[in-house]
């Protein structure tokens, strides 16, 4: 008896070995089942190509030149000149016309008096590195001052080799000049070196103080990239501000958790909307007065760049913009469910950093100069080519979505593909001919039955055949008809979600509140799972004759993520979709949501674009940056207008910025969402709409007939609340924002309208 | 080209001279209403950001902690580390600046009409009036009345006072209520207002019946909150916010002090301070910056805002302290710790909301429902709007229209009265159609059994008296037997062998199916769980978990007392005596189907009668299967109560030992996957 009792008790504790292994096995993503498919493995050097630069460099032009505070001239080109001081490695760059100088420290020994040593070394130096010492989550502060530094000059400019001998770590930096008036500085990740286990390189900042000013010394702003683009003034803040504009380009990292507060409204409901992403690796400077100024773009390494506007008043007196280069971070390791846990820091984050500053002088030194700047850029790069831009008004369509019902879920049809048909006849009966349509929850399972990777319909808005035919009327019709799809998110209720999903940095599942009742949460594929999903729906919509594809969530979110324990860049999650973008826009016509910069040349148009800013505290000016910079270039597509409270403020915003207009809609009533995942769609029904349709399309078309294909010239701001838009075909439009009515440029504008005339 | 730069830099200089004019953006955070079930759903933006005040003329803020908004249109912000009242217009130019060297902390400020000042001053322990020109013409010390309390000392920390200048004062450490002062003769001290009540929970209750008097000293003691802030409305009529009274937090007292709103469940965690707009509309500001609307019967219309948190967003707050509306709605919000006054302004649609509540208060309802289909276009699914649209159809006697919007919004008052009239208009059109349909039918029915008689259809008859006979059958009609004559009934289960297990089962599938059926389907005025949602499992799990718990508890606690039930005679019996729930629940939701609120008192009657007759039932069949005395019965009935209640303690610790050791596991995992991981 005894004897079996001991075998039982055997035979249990193998049984129990075996589960916890099977368990262990699973979660570390081990291949022990079906379902997973292979994953990239590239290098930083393959995923990130760094285009060599057009221009020449400057030629050496060092002979009898004077010094300038103690820095040498090391290049120079007719235009501009660049200084260096070796020991700081300082530079400043001089207008040669001018004489007006930017510098890229701070040397005014009697205000530095008052400033602690920390921020002393980080004003005074031209690079500063933060220092990862063991798992520390307070970052220490390096400048060159604890550094041994080493110049040497070649053609163009200088490299400096910069070694910290306290913390056994370097690496190089190449600066050169290019006689298109852009200076570059490079650090190629061939060149870091890490020898102390404990040290590490947490952040690198690169001429942090470029173009510094302190408190309102000198009139100009800085300009950030928060949503459509923003100013903050060099005026004398009188310290109202604590700190200063600080996001990661491209969106925050789910995979290194990056932690903030979440305070929600009677324990349930998220009341914050989210600041905008930066869509564009771009930050400026300029003087207004001295006129000059530059645009950054960070060419390589803006994966992991964050971009930082410091105004006056916050940690110190001078106003100064950079971005800063994660080169390794902390997260926190649980180890139990009750909160154990323990702090650990990633391996180096490999790629090169290259910043590209572009000088912009004279008539050029504003905004709308910097814009053109980034326009010519992207042109001659090959990141943004001329896209069919006629004025479209779009209307995005909800096919279904789900409630639950009894033991499953119930369909809740919303349009069906007869709708959508009897829509498009009724609106262009009525003159609303150029229709831009994207069409959600076509699916089978509704909007959130994701991945799609077959063209299946959901039975309640039609067949499958009836959604060909709907597609070939559109095309008849002449309208822009878009099969629309998430490609990034998948739904642990619809589908199998074991394998394939995004994993962060401790290894734990990322999962995404929705905060819905139907489904709670949601999770990511992982790049490659993302790739395969939307080649598989390719193939099938493909053999069904449908060639129009929208994509969301892959186009504007980037992370870090572990496979086998292997840590997964942003960089590489960027450069898988930038490769099924590639191929995927030979054979479709592909729209992206909200693109970031690296996506642009793919998409056919901007969708939901934003139209402002996120009104951080510290901006003084929304301005539309991107739209200057892609109007006449790609058709742009605002946010839904229908959940916006301030109607008519936001017709004359789409009538500034040359966003076309959009909204969202349903042919049955919104009510009928109420208890589906999309309850946030509160308001769609088309024929609420239909008048309002007609009028905004009518008046805008007549507008775009005007300015269609034309690049914005100038833009301004003028201080009784009218903005100024020119074109280049001499169109200039005059929005009047104020309630009053208002005269420019010798016209008057009624209150809350605007007027469209020529430059005399 | 070097124009248009000189025009723009000369622009620029300019925008840096005035204030911000277009604050054109998406709002850092969302607007959500409720619907008519409460379901909290999001909403266009009801106010956005903007402007701040950070600074009065030159002077930056110390210490705000209260603000008041007089009809001419000045800010005048109580300071208490500037000791002083600092006076602005909206655009935040210095207007004046009042009380140096006489204010030592004040708390408090409220300016009249004919900006009479009102300061508390909390650690002056007074109350200072000051004229326009800023001179002092009154000052309040201490009440001497012997009704005041000797030993309650006078820290005013906020003030407001009507047109006769009686003041409402909330003294800090003063549990009594708000103080009321009269002006008369220095200031005679008139009783305390609106007193916050304590409540005690039943168990605070036995445990103060069972303490001695030396444990319950040590007890927290449970005295009624100080109400945080007040406000006082056009007609005199006082509003409170009291932090930690939950639903009950805002209060709007009468002069006598009673409160006329209904508790509202949408009420703010922390509410700091509360006032009121044009249109009777209540404004709550909660301290973490959420901003509450409600119309002026406490009904939520919006709820905006939240903390900043470092997200540095202009419009979110971090500690509010006050706020204030003016004539242009614009809402002001003082935040001590961000040192500044936000300025929100309302949105186009919260102008048309507020137009439509206008109307609807004045009782013009045809004119309100202009503004309110514009609200519903750019929201149908707005609450207030529905059930406003839906009198307002009411009003003017389009009834069907009234019914669709007071289902929308869940205003079952509104269904009812709507519903009445529907169903007058179908009876009066339809009365003879369905008397004629009726007579028909029982002409009919006569025919039928004359003609069985005469023997016409001798084969069906046959057929039927054959179902009739089938031994399934002939059970299940059985329960009918039971139902009246339950000791008979019980008597030929355990001796007659009536006892079919298969009978039961269908008693108690159907009593399960009828259950259903009642819960989500008992008419829309009956109605108590939400339209559209279903949770199938979860209400038949209740149903058999209880019942064949409680069948299982019992059958353990006969057998160890003499009973002679078996395990399928309880089963079979108790089945049976649900058959009175399963044939009269049936009329009782047809019925239910079309009745309005004028005659629901038949449902619950007949709920009534179906609850008192299973009761009776089981109470009968419990003594008859088990050949128990009444007394016996009792007890029996008292020991299975107390067996269930064991039953669910072990269970429940079967859950907690099961959850912990699953939490073991996963720890270890987690352990194991660290280690590998490193």
Same mark, same amino acid.
């Given at each position: 008896?005894?004897?079996?009792?001991?075998?039982?008790?055997?035979?249990?504790?193998?049984?129990?070995?075996?589960?916890?292994?099977?368990?262990?096995?699973?979660?570390?993503?081990?291949?022990?089942?079906?379902?997973?498919?292979?994953?990239?493995?590239?290098?930083?050097?393959?995923?990130?190509?760094?285009?060599?630069?057009?221009?020449?460099?400057?030629?050496?032009?060092?002979?009898?030149?004077?010094?300038?505070?103690?820095?040498?001239?090391?290049?120079?080109?007719?235009?501009?000149?660049?200084?260096?001081?070796?020991?700081?490695?300082?530079?400043?760059?001089?207008?040669?016309?001018?004489?007006?100088?930017?510098?890229?420290?701070?040397?005014?020994?009697?205000?530095?008096?008052?400033?602690?040593?920390?921020?002393?070394?980080?004003?005074?130096?031209?690079?500063?590195?933060?220092?990862?010492?063991?798992?520390?989550?307070?970052?220490?502060?390096?400048?060159?001052?604890?550094?041994?530094?080493?110049?040497?000059?070649?053609?163009?400019?200088?490299?400096?080799?910069?070694?910290?001998?306290?913390?056994?770590?370097?690496?190089?930096?190449?600066?050169?000049?290019?006689?298109?008036?852009?200076?570059?500085?490079?650090?190629?990740?061939?060149?870091?070196?890490?020898?102390?286990?404990?040290?590490?390189?947490?952040?690198?900042?690169?001429?942090?103080?470029?173009?510094?000013?302190?408190?309102?010394?000198?009139?100009?702003?800085?300009?950030?990239?928060?949503?459509?683009?923003?100013?903050?003034?060099?005026?004398?803040?009188?310290?109202?501000?604590?700190?200063?504009?600080?996001?990661?380009?491209?969106?925050?990292?789910?995979?290194?958790?990056?932690?903030?507060?979440?305070?929600?409204?009677?324990?349930?409901?998220?009341?914050?909307?989210?600041?905008?992403?930066?869509?564009?690796?771009?930050?400026?400077?300029?003087?207004?007065?001295?006129?000059?100024?530059?645009?950054?773009?960070?060419?390589?390494?803006?994966?992991?760049?964050?971009?930082?506007?410091?105004?006056?008043?916050?940690?110190?007196?001078?106003?100064?913009?950079?971005?800063?280069?994660?080169?390794?971070?902390?997260?926190?390791?649980?180890?139990?469910?009750?909160?154990?846990?323990?702090?650990?820091?990633?391996?180096?984050?490999?790629?090169?950093?290259?910043?590209?500053?572009?000088?912009?002088?004279?008539?050029?030194?504003?905004?709308?100069?910097?814009?053109?700047?980034?326009?010519?850029?992207?042109?001659?790069?090959?990141?943004?080519?001329?896209?069919?831009?006629?004025?479209?008004?779009?209307?995005?369509?909800?096919?279904?979505?789900?409630?639950?019902?009894?033991?499953?879920?119930?369909?809740?049809?919303?349009?069906?593909?007869?709708?959508?048909?009897?829509?498009?006849?009724?609106?262009?009966?009525?003159?609303?001919?150029?229709?831009?349509?994207?069409?959600?929850?076509?699916?089978?399972?509704?909007?959130?039955?994701?991945?799609?990777?077959?063209?299946?319909?959901?039975?309640?808005?039609?067949?499958?055949?009836?959604?060909?035919?709907?597609?070939?009327?559109? %095309? &008849?019709?002449?309208? =822009?008809?878009? *099969?629309?799809?998430?490609? +990034?998110?998948?739904?642990?209720? #619809?589908?199998? !979600?074991?394998?394939?999903?995004?994993?962060?940095?401790?290894?734990?599942?990322?999962?995404?509140?929705?905060?819905?009742?139907?489904?709670?949460?949601?999770?990511?594929?992982?790049?490659?799972?993302?790739?395969?999903?939307?080649?598989?729906? %390719? &193939?099938?919509?493909? =053999?069904?004759? *449908?060639?129009?594809?929208? +994509?969301?969530?892959?186009?504007? #979110?980037?992370? !870090?993520?572990?496979?086998?324990?292997?840590?997964?860049?942003?960089?590489?999650?960027?450069?898988?979709?930038?490769?099924?973008?590639?191929?995927?826009?030979?054979?479709?016509?592909?729209?992206?949501?909200?693109?970031?910069?690296?996506?642009? %040349?793919?998409?056919?148009?901007?969708?939901?674009?934003?139209?402002?800013?996120?009104?951080?505290?510290?901006?003084?000016?929304?301005?539309?940056?991107?739209?200057?910079?892609?109007?006449?270039?790609?058709?742009?597509?605002?946010?839904?207008?229908?959940?916006?409270?301030?109607?008519?403020?936001?017709?004359?915003?789409?009538?500034?910025?040359?966003?076309?207009?959009?909204?969202?809609?349903?042919?049955?009533?919104?009510?009928?969402?109420?208890?589906?995942?999309?309850?946030?769609?509160?308001?769609?029904?088309?024929?609420?709409?239909?008048?309002?349709?007609?009028?905004?399309?009518?008046?805008?078309?007549?507008?775009?007939?005007?300015?269609?294909?034309?690049?914005?010239?100038?833009?301004?701001?003028?201080?009784?609340?009218?903005?100024?838009?020119?074109?280049?075909?001499?169109?200039?439009?005059?929005?009047?924002?104020?309630?009053?009515?208002?005269?420019?440029?010798?016209?008057?504008?009624?209150?809350?309208?605007?007027?469209?005339?020529?430059?005399? | 080209?070097?124009?248009?730069?000189?025009?723009?830099?000369?622009?620029?200089?300019?925008?840096?001279?005035?204030?911000?004019?277009?604050?054109?953006?998406?709002?850092?955070?969302?607007?959500?209403?409720?619907?008519?079930?409460?379901?909290?759903?999001?909403?266009?933006?009801?106010?956005?950001?903007?402007?701040?005040?950070?600074?009065?003329?030159?002077?930056?803020?110390?210490?705000?902690?209260?603000?008041?908004?007089?009809?001419?249109?000045?800010?005048?912000?109580?300071?208490?580390?500037?000791?002083?009242?600092?006076?602005?217009?909206?655009?935040?130019?210095?207007?004046?600046?009042?009380?140096?060297?006489?204010?030592?902390?004040?708390?408090?400020?409220?300016?009249?009409?004919?900006?009479?000042?009102?300061?508390?001053?909390?650690?002056?322990?007074?109350?200072?009036?000051?004229?326009?020109?800023?001179?002092?013409?009154?000052?309040?010390?201490?009440?001497?009345?012997?009704?005041?309390?000797?030993?309650?000392?006078?820290?005013?920390?906020?003030?407001?006072?009507?047109?006769?200048?009686?003041?409402?004062?909330?003294?800090?450490?003063?549990?009594?209520?708000?103080?009321?002062?009269?002006?008369?003769?220095?200031?005679?001290?008139?009783?305390?207002?609106?007193?916050?009540?304590?409540?005690?929970?039943?168990?605070?209750?036995?445990?103060?019946?069972?303490?001695?008097?030396?444990?319950?000293?040590?007890?927290?003691?449970?005295?009624?909150?100080?109400?945080?802030?007040?406000?006082?409305?056009?007609?005199?009529?006082?509003?409170?916010?009291?932090?930690?009274?939950?639903?009950?937090?805002?209060?709007?007292?009468?002069?006598?002090?009673?409160?006329?709103?209904?508790?509202?469940?949408?009420?703010?965690?922390?509410?700091?301070?509360?006032?009121?707009?044009?249109?009777?509309?209540?404004?709550?500001?909660d301290s973490d910056g959420y901003i509450y609307e409600y119309n002026e019967e406490g009904e939520l219309l919006f709820m905006l805002g939240g903390r900043d948190d470092g997200r540095q967003r202009i419009g979110l707050c971090n500690k509010v302290e006050a706020i204030a509306v003016d004539d242009n709605d614009r809402v002001y919000l003082l935040d001590s710790d961000k040192k500044q006054i936000h300025v929100f302004e309302p949105t186009e649609f919260t102008n048309l909301l507020h137009e439509s509540l206008e109307l609807y208060a004045k009782g013009s309802y045809t004119q309100s429902k202009e503004p309110l289909t514009e609200v519903l276009k750019m929201n149908s699914l707005f609450d207030y709007a529905n059930k406003a649209i839906g009198r307002a159809y009411y009003q003017e006697e389009n009834y069907k229209e009234a019914l669709k919007y007071a289902?929308?919004?869940?205003?079952?008052?509104?269904?009812?009265?709507?519903?009445?009239?529907?169903?007058?208009?179908?009876?009066?059109?339809?009365?003879?159609?369905?008397?004629?349909?009726?007579?028909?039918?029982?002409?009919?029915?006569?025919?039928?059994?004359?003609?069985?008689?005469?023997?016409?259809?001798?084969?069906?008859?046959?057929?039927?008296?054959?179902?009739?006979?089938?031994?399934?059958?002939?059970?299940?009609?059985?329960?009918?037997?039971?139902?009246?004559?339950?000791?008979?009934?019980?008597?030929?289960?355990?001796?007659?062998?009536?006892?079919?297990?298969?009978?039961?089962?269908?008693?108690?599938?159907?009593?399960?199916?009828?259950?259903?059926?009642?819960?989500?389907?008992?008419?829309?005025?009956?109605?108590?769980?939400?339209?559209?949602?279903?949770?199938?499992?979860?209400?038949?799990?209740?149903?058999?978990?209880?019942?064949?718990?409680?069948?299982?508890?019992?059958?353990?606690?006969?057998?160890?007392?003499?009973?002679?039930?078996?395990?399928?005679?309880?089963?079979?019996?108790?089945?049976?005596?649900?058959?009175?729930y399963v044939f009269i629940k049936p009329i009782c939701i047809l019925v239910g189907n079309v009745l309005t609120y004028n005659e629901v008192f038949i449902i619950q009657f007949g709920n009534l009668c179906i609850t008192v007759w299973v009761v009776v039932l089981l109470f009968l069949t419990l003594k008859e299967i088990n050949n128990y005395s009444v007394k016996e019965t009792i007890k029996a009935i008292f020991i299975t109560a107390f067996t269930v209640l064991i039953m669910a303690l072990l269970i429940s610790i079967l859950y907690v030992l099961c959850s912990q050791v699953i939490d073991f596991v996963i720890t270890v995992v987690r352990e194991v996957v660290y280690r590998i991981g490193n």
């Amino acid at each position: 008896m005894a004897t079996k009792n001991v075998k039982n008790r055997k035979k249990l504790i193998i049984a129990i070995i075996c589960v916890m292994i099977v368990v262990v096995l699973v979660i570390t993503g081990v291949n022990v089942a079906g379902g997973h498919i292979s994953n990239t493995n590239i290098t930083y050097a393959e995923a990130a190509t760094i285009t060599p630069p057009q221009a020449e460099l400057s030629s050496d032009k060092t002979q009898n030149k004077e010094e300038i505070k103690g820095h040498k001239l090391v290049a120079a080109n007719d235009n501009y000149e660049l200084y260096l001081k070796e020991d700081t490695l300082s530079i400043i760059v001089r207008d040669v016309k001018t004489g007006e100088i930017m510098e890229s420290v701070v040397d005014d020994a009697t205000e530095l008096q008052n400033v602690n040593d920390t921020w002393k070394s980080f004003l005074q130096s031209g690079v500063v590195v933060e220092v990862q010492e063991d798992t520390n989550t307070m970052q220490k502060k390096a400048g060159v001052n604890n550094a041994s530094v080493n110049v040497t000059y070649v053609d163009g400019g200088f490299k400096a080799k910069i070694d910290y001998p306290n913390y056994k770590f370097g690496f190089e930096l190449e600066v050169l000049l290019y006689d298109d008036g852009s200076i570059t500085a490079y650090i190629p990740e061939s060149s870091i070196y890490e020898e102390s286990d404990k040290v590490k390189i947490g952040n690198i900042y690169v001429f942090p103080m470029l173009g510094n000013t302190c408190l309102d010394e000198k009139e100009g702003y800085m300009f950030v990239p928060d949503g459509n683009g923003a100013l903050i003034y060099l005026d004398d803040k009188e310290g109202r501000f604590d700190s200063g504009y600080t996001q990661r380009v491209y969106g925050s990292d789910i995979g290194i958790g990056e932690s903030y507060v979440l305070s929600l409204l009677w324990d349930k409901y998220e009341t914050h909307n989210d600041s905008e992403n930066v869509l564009a690796p771009i930050f400026g400077m300029v003087y207004t007065d001295a006129k000059l100024g530059y645009l950054a773009v960070i060419e390589a390494g803006a994966e992991e760049a964050t971009i930082m506007a410091t105004p006056n008043g916050a940690y110190t007196d001078y106003n100064w913009i950079t971005s800063s280069f994660r080169k390794s971070a902390t997260y926190i390791q649980p180890t139990s469910n009750s909160g154990g846990s323990v702090t650990k820091v990633t391996d180096r984050i490999q790629y090169d950093i290259k910043i590209r500053y572009m000088f912009v002088n004279g008539d050029k030194a504003n905004y709308t100069g910097l814009a053109e700047k980034y326009r010519d850029y992207l042109i001659e790069k090959g990141e943004l080519q001329e896209k069919e831009d006629s004025f479209n008004i779009r209307l995005d369509f909800l096919g279904s979505d789900v409630e639950n019902w009894l033991l499953s879920k119930k369909s809740v049809a919303m349009t069906t593909t007869d709708n959508i048909r009897d829509i498009y006849k009724e609106l262009q009966s009525e003159g609303v001919n150029n229709i831009f349509s994207l069409y959600k929850g076509w699916q089978d399972g509704g909007i959130y039955d994701i991945p799609v990777t077959k063209v299946d319909t959901e039975g309640s808005i039609g067949s499958k055949s009836d959604l060909k035919k709907l597609a070939k009327d559109a %095309k &008849d019709m002449g309208i =822009d008809f878009y *099969l629309y799809t998430d490609g +990034l998110r998948a739904n642990p209720d #619809t589908g199998n !979600t074991t394998f394939n999903t995004v994993k962060k940095m401790d290894k734990r599942l990322y999962t995404e509140s929705t905060y819905k009742s139907v489904y709670e949460k949601m999770v990511y594929w992982t790049p490659d799972k993302s790739v395969f999903n939307v080649n598989q729906l %390719k &193939d099938s919509m493909l =053999d069904n004759g *449908l060639n129009n594809l929208a +994509l969301s969530g892959i186009s504007n #979110t980037l992370f !870090t993520y572990t496979i086998s324990d292997t840590m997964k860049t942003r960089l590489t999650t960027e450069y898988i979709y930038k490769n099924m973008y590639e191929n995927l826009d030979k054979d479709m016509n592909l729209v992206l949501c909200e693109p970031i910069s690296e996506y642009w %040349k793919y998409t056919d148009a901007f969708v939901d674009m934003p139209v402002s800013d996120s009104d951080f505290i510290y901006t003084d000016k929304s301005i539309p940056f991107l739209s200057i910079v892609l109007k006449g270039m790609v058709p742009m597509y605002s946010d839904y207008i229908n959940f916006e409270a301030n109607e008519r403020e936001y017709f004359l915003k789409l009538v500034e910025t040359g966003i076309y207009p959009s909204y969202y809609l349903t042919y049955e009533d919104s009510s009928k969402l109420i208890y589906t995942n999309s309850s946030d769609i509160y308001t769609s029904k088309y024929s609420t709409y239909k008048d309002r349709i007609i009028d905004t399309y009518n008046e805008l078309k007549a507008i775009d007939d005007k300015t269609s294909g034309a690049y914005i010239v100038n833009h301004e701001i003028l201080d009784n609340g009218v903005v100024a838009v020119t074109y280049d075909n001499g169109v200039r439009i005059l929005v009047n924002y104020s309630d009053k009515e208002q005269t420019a440029y010798g016209e008057t504008v009624d209150a809350m309208s605007y007027k469209v005339g020529e430059v005399q | 080209m070097k124009k248009l730069a000189k025009i723009l830099v000369t622009a620029l200089v300019l925008i840096f001279l005035t204030t911000p004019v277009i604050v054109n953006a998406e709002t850092p955070y969302k607007t959500y209403t409720v619907d008519g079930y409460g379901y909290v759903m999001e909403t266009q933006t009801a106010y956005t950001p903007y402007s701040a005040i950070t600074k009065v003329g030159e002077t930056s803020f110390i210490t705000p902690v209260d603000m008041s908004l007089s009809k001419s249109g000045n800010l005048y912000i109580a300071d208490s580390g500037a000791k002083a009242i600092l006076v602005c217009n909206l655009a935040g130019e210095e207007v004046g600046r009042i009380g140096d060297g006489i204010l030592v902390a004040p708390t408090g400020v409220y300016v009249t009409e004919d900006e009479t000042i009102y300061v508390a001053d909390k650690d002056a322990g007074k109350v200072f009036v000051f004229n326009k020109d800023g001179e002092v013409i009154h000052e309040y010390g201490k009440p001497s009345s012997p009704i005041y309390g000797d030993a309650m000392a006078f820290k005013p920390i906020k003030i407001v006072a009507n047109s006769s200048g009686t003041m409402y004062i909330i003294c800090e450490g003063n549990m009594n209520g708000i103080v009321q002062l009269s002006p008369v003769e220095g200031g005679s001290f008139l009783g305390y207002f609106g007193t916050n009540y304590t409540s005690l929970n039943p168990f605070e209750i036995l445990q103060r019946m069972i303490l001695t008097d030396a444990q319950r000293a040590k007890l927290l003691s449970n005295i009624p909150s100080t109400p945080t802030n007040l406000a006082i409305d056009d007609d005199g009529l006082i509003y409170t916010v009291t932090q930690g009274d939950d639903s009950l937090s805002l209060k709007k007292l009468n002069i006598a002090g009673n409160n006329m709103l209904t508790s509202d469940p949408y009420y703010a965690d922390l509410p700091a301070a509360v006032t009121t707009g044009k249109y009777n509309n209540i404004l709550v500001a909660d301290s973490d910056g959420y901003i509450y609307e409600y119309n002026e019967e406490g009904e939520l219309l919006f709820m905006l805002g939240g903390r900043d948190d470092g997200r540095q967003r202009i419009g979110l707050c971090n500690k509010v302290e006050a706020i204030a509306v003016d004539d242009n709605d614009r809402v002001y919000l003082l935040d001590s710790d961000k040192k500044q006054i936000h300025v929100f302004e309302p949105t186009e649609f919260t102008n048309l909301l507020h137009e439509s509540l206008e109307l609807y208060a004045k009782g013009s309802y045809t004119q309100s429902k202009e503004p309110l289909t514009e609200v519903l276009k750019m929201n149908s699914l707005f609450d207030y709007a529905n059930k406003a649209i839906g009198r307002a159809y009411y009003q003017e006697e389009n009834y069907k229209e009234a019914l669709k919007y007071a289902r929308l919004s869940k205003d079952f008052d509104g269904y009812s009265n709507a519903f009445w009239e529907v169903r007058n208009v179908w009876i009066r059109s339809n009365l003879v159609k369905a008397v004629g349909i009726i007579i028909l039918i029982i002409i009919l029915i006569k025919i039928w059994k004359m003609l069985v008689k005469k023997g016409k259809f001798g084969n069906i008859v046959s057929k039927y008296e054959k179902f009739k006979n089938i031994k399934l059958v002939d059970r299940l009609k059985y329960s009918k037997f039971f139902m009246r004559h339950p000791i008979d009934g019980c008597y030929a289960v355990k001796r007659e062998g009536k006892n079919s297990v298969l009978c039961a089962t269908i008693i108690l599938v159907l009593f399960i199916i009828i259950s259903i059926i009642g819960k989500y389907y008992p008419g829309f005025l009956l109605k108590t769980v939400r339209e559209g949602r279903y949770d199938l499992v979860t209400d038949i799990g209740k149903v058999l978990v209880i019942f064949f718990g409680l069948i299982a508890c019992n059958y353990l606690v006969v057998t160890i007392n003499d009973g002679e039930g078996s395990i399928k005679e309880l089963y079979c019996a108790y089945a049976y005596c649900l058959s009175p729930y399963v044939f009269i629940k049936p009329i009782c939701i047809l019925v239910g189907n079309v009745l309005t609120y004028n005659e629901v008192f038949i449902i619950q009657f007949g709920n009534l009668c179906i609850t008192v007759w299973v009761v009776v039932l089981l109470f009968l069949t419990l003594k008859e299967i088990n050949n128990y005395s009444v007394k016996e019965t009792i007890k029996a009935i008292f020991i299975t109560a107390f067996t269930v209640l064991i039953m669910a303690l072990l269970i429940s610790i079967l859950y907690v030992l099961c959850s912990q050791v699953i939490d073991f596991v996963i720890t270890v995992v987690r352990e194991v996957v660290y280690r590998i991981g490193n």
